[in-house]
């Protein structure tokens, strides 16, 4: 953060480059210097949201942001070796893996590198479920997005065929997969809805049902990190099926409703382990993953791991701007805006 730069006015700003990925945004912030400290990636994600969350409201919320923004938020690594270290952020807190910023971080990591003169292709990310590793294709075209391929920490199925009673829609059958975060996994026909002809409102309303009553009936135990041990949100998808060859469809409820525009890397890394936990797809296949922008990624295994798999997911992004956002002092919004569920909480 520096000072505006306004003549008479007392002001802070925030540099970021805005991006997108699949249509899903992402606001990248350097806050290297920032003085986010912690030993571990996990103690600097908790440091930014006790010491510095009023920046992360300031980038995400109204009026600078959006309910649906996304961020990632730049540290110094733990540990020297790696490329860069990175604080997902979204409009109610922090997640601990994102693939669409995995993406786009990699395209920004490897520009980066060539306007300093230097041509490097792979990164290590260090993320707050771990090391995840970037491979950036250019294109022969040097103005032309580069593919962006990372394989991300072991995804493993935390459970398959559970079921849960849900208001308003009996009893849901779903999977809980990890790919980074965990997700309830399942087809809108376990919801009685048909995936293609329901409406959105309607899908993203029975995802939110879902998740709160897993969220206050089930526990997710991660089996190394109690911080990754929690219900991150749902993928709701065309078909439990997953086949080598296919397109298929994710729709992500994540956070605290918040609705991804990509396919989401975390959730296509989830589903993967599920299909192969269900010996559906074994180590040479390979799939395509739209969300509800259209827009795919490529997904595929990379390797079978230890209760799990290495999950591979590639695709593209693209620069949309480069902002100082400005925070003036006497701003009431200047740490952002969040609307009330109705008129009266303003009196409360």
């Not at 990636?41 to 920046?55: A, N, S, V, W």
Request: proline share 5%.
């Amino acid at each position: 953060m520096t000072g505006s730069g306004i003549p008479g006015h007392k002001a802070q700003s925030v540099e970021v480059i805005d991006m997108h990925t699949a249509g899903e945004p992402v606001r990248i912030f350097d806050a290297t210097k920032l003085g986010v400290d912690g030993t571990t990636i996990l103690q600097k994600r908790r440091t930014m949201g006790e010491q510095f969350d009023h920046l992360r409201r300031a980038m995400m919320l109204e009026p600078r942001g959006h309910a649906d923004m996304y961020g990632a938020i730049l540290v110094p690594p733990s540990d020297p070796t790696y490329d860069a270290a990175v604080l997902f952020t979204h409009n109610s807190g922090y997640s601990t893996m994102c693939g669409h910023a995995t993406v786009a971080l990699g395209r920004f990591l490897y520009d980066r590198a060539r306007l300093q003169n230097r041509l490097q292709t792979s990164f290590i990310l260090e993320c707050p479920c771990g090391p995840v590793s970037i491979d950036v294709s250019p294109e022969p075209d040097p103005s032309a997005a580069p593919l962006v391929r990372f394989e991300s920490v072991e995804s493993f199925a935390l459970s398959l065929d559970d079921s849960i009673s849900v208001d308003g829609l009996g009893t849901v059958s779903f999977d809980i997969g990890y790919g980074g975060a965990f997700y309830a996994i399942l087809s809108g026909s376990q919801l009685g809805l048909d995936f293609h002809e329901t409406p959105l409102e309607q899908l993203v309303e029975a995802c939110g049902k879902l998740v709160t009553t897993l969220r206050a009936n089930r526990s997710f135990t991660h089996p190394e990190e109690p911080d990754l041990s929690f219900l991150y949100g749902a993928i709701l998808i065309d078909s439990n099926v997953l086949s080598s060859g296919k397109f298929t469809h994710n729709l992500c409820w994540f956070g605290e409703g918040q609705i991804d525009r990509s396919p989401t890397g975390s959730g296509v890394s989830a589903r993967l382990a599920v299909a192969h936990a269900r010996s559906q797809i074994t180590e040479s296949d390979e799939m395509q993953f739209a969300g509800i922008s259209g827009q795919a990624f490529t997904g595929s295994v990379a390797r079978p791991s230890g209760t799990g798999i290495i999950a591979a997911v590639s695709g593209r992004a693209y620069y949309m701007a480069r902002s100082e956002l400005i925070l003036e002092a006497n701003d009431p919004f200047a740490h952002g805006l969040t609307l009330p569920a109705r008129f009266g909480d303003f009196q409360a």
